[in-house]
C-alpha cells in the first residue's frame, strides 16, 4: 500500500513538472501507411499427406498494402536536439495476387483456363518508437530510432468481391523495425506545435511466425516466407 501511494506521488509530481517544464510536449498523432516486402523468397508447397504434388512458389513476391496508426507522443528538447516516445496501435493490411489459389473456367474448346484470387492478410500492431532527432532552424527535423511492436492475426482471407475466410495464419508476435524520418514543426500559439512528417520503417523480422502456413485443400500446406515488412508511414501530430 505505502509502494502504491509513493508511486502516484511520484508520477503525479512529473507530471506537475512537466507542465511547468516547456521543453515538455506531448499529444495525438496519426499516419497513414504503406506497405511493401522485401528479402521474399520461394517456398515448399505440398498438397496432401503423404504428398500428392509438391511445387516452389514466392507467395510474397508481388505484396503491397495499407494501413493507419493512431497513438499518443511525447517529446522532450534540450537544444536543437531532442528525443521522443510514441504508443501506437495500429492495422496493417496486405494483398497479393497467389497462383496458390484460384479458380478455374473452361473455354468454349474445352481448355481451362486458371485465375489467381488474392489473398489478403490483416493484422494488429502494438508499436513503441523511441526517436532521437536533431532540428535545423525553427521548423526542419532529422530522426532515427528503434521501434518494438507486438502483431496480432485479424483475418486472412480470399477474394476481392466475395471473400472467403482461410484462417490458418499468424504474424511473428514480437517484431523490431529501424526509422528514419523527417519533418516540420509549426508553431500554434506559444506553446503549442503541430507536427508534420514521414517515415522510413525497415523491419528485422519476418512477417510470418508458424513454420508452415495452411491452404484451403484438406492437409496442404505451405512453409513460411522470410518476407519482411518495408514501408513509408505519413503521419500527424500535435503537441500540447
Not at 498523432?29 to 509438391?54: E, H, I
Not at 511525447?74 to 528525443?83: I, N, P, V
Not at 482461410?166 to 526509422?179: C, D, E, I, R, Y
Amino acid at each position: 500500500m505505502k509502494l502504491n501511494s509513493l508511486t502516484l506521488v511520484i508520477f503525479l509530481c512529473s507530471v506537475a513538472l512537466s507542465a511547468q517544464d516547456k521543453s515538455f510536449y506531448w499529444g495525438p498523432r496519426a499516419s497513414l501507411n504503406m506497405f511493401s516486402v522485401y528479402n521474399t523468397n520461394s517456398v515448399r508447397v505440398q498438397y496432401g499427406n503423404p504428398a500428392d504434388k509438391v511445387i516452389h512458389r514466392d507467395s510474397y513476391k508481388d505484396a503491397s498494402g495499407v494501413g493507419m496508426d493512431f497513438g499518443l507522443a511525447a517529446r522532450y528538447m534540450f537544444g536543437s536536439w531532442g528525443a521522443a516516445v510514441e504508443l501506437n496501435i495500429g492495422l496493417c493490411m496486405l494483398s497479393m495476387d497467389n497462383d496458390l489459389y484460384g479458380r478455374t473456367s473452361y473455354n468454349a474448346m474445352g481448355y481451362a483456363n486458371r485465375t489467381s484470387l488474392q489473398e489478403n492478410l490483416d493484422f494488429f500492431r502494438f508499436s513503441m518508437p523511441i526517436m532521437y532527432f536533431k532540428k535545423f532552424g525553427e521548423l526542419f527535423y532529422v530522426e532515427v530510432g528503434p521501434q518494438l511492436s507486438l502483431n496480432y492475426a485479424d483475418d486472412r482471407t480470399l477474394g476481392e468481391d466475395e471473400e472467403i475466410e482461410l484462417g490458418g495464419w499468424k504474424p511473428n508476435l514480437f517484431g523490431v523495425s529501424a526509422l528514419l524520418g523527417g519533418g516540420f514543426d509549426m508553431p500554434v500559439g506559444k506553446t503549442k506545435w503541430l507536427d508534420i512528417g514521414g517515415r522510413l520503417v525497415l523491419d528485422f523480422t519476418r512477417v510470418e511466425s508458424d513454420s508452415k502456413v495452411e491452404l484451403e485443400e484438406s492437409e496442404s500446406f505451405r512453409k513460411a516466407s522470410s518476407a519482411k515488412l518495408f514501408a513509408w508511414y505519413s503521419y500527424l501530430a500535435f503537441y500540447l
